[in-house]
């Protein structure tokens, strides 16, 4: 067998391979569809071929920056949990377990910053916080992990494909949309993202908020007695 024909055998080996992939994710698609996202995005699912960006259980909570205190975090109702998390392009996928169906929800890392809290430990874990909009943003998770080294990796995951998203967002905006290339695997991740996103728990109201409100209902019956 010659060379030409060795390597035509190999791009057609790759062709039947990524074909076999994107029918594998068109069918979970289906059935993540069918059954409402209970369904059809497993951890396995979302790994396709090239494994997931990051994997790793950890303990996640919605809220603002509280730090610690006598080991209890503060900022919301919400209570930290135990979830297996999973980073698959610009998605952070949030499991019970990870032998789940589906994830419970998901976090979009478009325009997130991740944020390596050293100094802060709860019962010996490492503190991440998810900023929106940057690292100076309004704090909307709080994730400890169990190891330094795993709130790390986790920490550069998120860096990482918020950097990547933020290109992609410059080429659509000058209209370079072509220069955008995703895996199968990718696209599949980020359109169960899209869906799981909006099952996020509610954030809960911040003490600024909870002043303003006051300020507000006090000014308000202060006309009213007038």
Not at 72 to 78: A, E, K, M, Q, V
């Given at each position: 067998?010659?060379d030409?024909?060795k390597?035509?055998?190999?791009?057609?080996?790759?062709?039947?391979?990524?074909?076999?992939?994107?029918?594998?994710?068109r069918?979970?698609?289906?059935?993540?569809?069918?059954?409402?996202g209970?369904?059809?995005?497993?951890?396995?699912?979302?790994?396709?071929?090239?494994?997931?960006?990051?994997?790793?259980?950890?303990?996640?909570?919605?809220?603002?920056?509280?730090?610690?205190?006598?080991?209890?975090?503060?900022?919301?109702?919400?209570?930290?949990?135990?979830?297996?998390?999973?980073?698959?392009?610009?998605?952070?996928?949030?499991?019970?377990?990870?032998?789940?169906?589906s994830?419970?929800?998901?976090?979009k890392?478009?325009?997130m910053?991740?944020?390596?809290k050293?100094?802060?430990?709860?019962?010996?874990?490492?503190?991440?916080?998810?900023?929106?909009?940057?690292?100076?943003?309004?704090?909307?998770?709080?994730?400890?992990?169990?190891?330094?080294?795993?709130?790390t990796?986790?920490?550069?995951?998120?860096?990482?494909?918020?950097?990547?998203?933020?290109?992609?967002?410059?080429?659509?905006?000058?209209?370079?949309?072509?220069l955008i290339?995703?895996?199968?695997?990718?696209?599949?991740?980020?359109?169960?993202?899209?869906?799981?996103?909006?099952?996020?728990?509610?954030?809960?109201?911040?003490?600024d908020?909870?002043?303003k409100?006051?300020e507000?209902?006090?000014?308000?019956?202060?006309?009213?007695?007038?």
């Open positions: 067998m010659s030409e024909q390597s035509l055998r190999a791009s057609g080996k790759r062709a039947s391979l990524r074909e076999s992939m994107s029918g594998a994710f069918k979970a698609r289906m059935s993540f569809v069918r059954s409402r209970k369904r059809g995005a497993t951890v396995q699912d979302l790994r396709g071929t090239k494994g997931a960006d990051f994997e790793g259980e950890g303990m996640i909570h919605r809220g603002v920056e509280a730090g610690c205190c006598g080991g209890l975090f503060f900022g919301g109702s919400d209570p930290m949990k135990e979830r297996y998390i999973l980073v698959k392009g610009t998605g952070c996928f949030v499991f019970a377990s990870e032998t789940a169906l994830p419970l929800y998901a976090i890392l478009d325009h910053a991740a944020e390596l050293d100094k802060n430990h709860h019962e010996g874990r490492t503190l991440v916080l998810l900023r929106a909009g940057g690292t100076l943003g309004d704090v909307q998770y709080e994730i400890s992990f169990s190891t330094p080294d795993t709130a990796a986790f920490q550069k995951a998120v860096t990482e494909q918020a950097s990547l998203a933020a290109t992609d967002e410059t080429r659509k905006r000058l209209g370079h949309d072509h290339s995703k895996r199968a695997s990718v696209r599949y991740a980020e359109s169960i993202a899209k869906s799981k996103e909006k099952e996020q728990p509610d954030k809960p109201v911040t003490r908020e909870v002043l409100n006051m507000e209902a006090g000014g308000a019956a202060g006309v009213a007695a007038m």
